[in-house]
């Protein structure tokens, strides 16, 4: 299992690598010049010029990379041009509001995908298995933004069980009015992903209740609640986690539209406010995190599949 860990740990040295190198280069080729954002319009080119040396953004594109991977690896992303503070503080402010919309999204996902799934595939053909995968279909097709202004309009504005927008620390000691902000938001981004975990989860399903052991066991006298969950659930439990980790990573980089509905300040929203400001370093540091969140959690999900499965160590 150690073996299998440092594989994995030394694979992803090229990926964080190649997306390190693909966020530099991406802004760098963006039109825009952060000095002249900074300073605006009426701001001489010898002011433009004097900044332009103070950020390092005169010295050639190869420097600039060197320096700031170096730094990177450092665990220094930089300054923010407009927040004036360190671009990981700056984060760090902004990482509770996305965690917790990403766990509310998460616990959505997870309530109503994998039961529906599960009696979608045990009642195959049925009105139940057509009607859910019919409302599957709308789920993932939903666009966020009209989910999230309809779930505004009728619980925030006409019945008045939720508050509109914003959100409230669970720091401040009251647990219920942070629940209360992230009920819309999670259901707000975790619909699409319900749908998409029952549609996974009924595959994944229907192909082990085929299989010739589940047949057998009914043929035993098993109980059908056993030979559902005992022996078909766990058997196709493996390739559902690995749909739940793609999800998990999903939820926390894809946050954005919902922050910008629901006034959450998260990471997604400071993303938004920072490529409107042409606030170079703190895009780059950004997407740097978010993309190093999607190696983290799909490693995540190889370790446990490889505890769960011994063959994949030896893959």
Request: proline share 4%; charged share 15%.
């Amino acid at each position: 299992m150690a073996a299998f860990i440092i594989r994995r740990l030394v694979a992803t040295i090229p990926v964080m690598l190649l997306v390190a190198t693909g966020v530099f280069l991406l802004l760098k080729l963006t039109p825009g010049d952060p000095a002249g954002i900074l300073l605006g319009p009426d701001a001489s080119e010898e002011r433009r010029i004097a900044l332009r040396e103070d950020l390092g953004l005169n010295d050639s594109i190869g420097e600039q990379y060197v320096r700031w991977l170096g730094n990177a690896v450092r665990g220094d992303l930089g300054d923010s041009i407009f927040l004036n503070k360190s671009v990981t503080s700056s984060l760090m402010e902004r990482a509770e509001p996305t965690l917790m919309l990403t766990f509310f999204a998460t616990l959505v996902a997870l309530v109503v995908g994998l039961p529906l799934g599960i009696l979608a595939a045990r009642k195959r053909g049925s009105w139940f298995d057509v009607g859910t995968m019919g409302v599957a279909i709308v789920g993932i097709s939903m666009p966020t933004f009209w989910l999230g202004l309809n779930l505004i309009l009728v619980f925030a504005v006409r019945l008045k069980w939720l508050p509109v927008a914003g959100y409230a620390s669970i720091t401040d000691g009251n647990l219920w009015d942070s629940v209360k902000y992230m009920i819309m938001p999670g259901i707000t981004l975790g619909v699409a992903q319900a749908a998409l975990l029952a549609r996974m989860t009924r595959s994944m399903m229907l192909e082990v209740l085929n299989s010739d052991y589940v047949r057998t066991a009914r043929a035993k006298g098993v109980s059908e609640y056993r030979v559902v969950m005992e022996h078909a659930f766990r058997n196709a439990l493996l390739p559902i986690i690995n749909i739940i980790g793609l999800i998990v990573a999903a939820l926390l980089g894809g946050a954005v539209v919902t922050e910008q509905i629901f006034n959450i300040p998260g990471i997604g929203r400071l993303l938004i406010q920072a490529v409107g400001r042409r606030d170079v370093p703190l895009v780059q540091g950004t997407v740097l995190i978010i993309a190093t969140v999607y190696v983290v959690v799909n490693l995540a999900v190889d370790i446990i599949a490889a505890a769960l499965d011994p063959r994949i160590r030896r893959a």
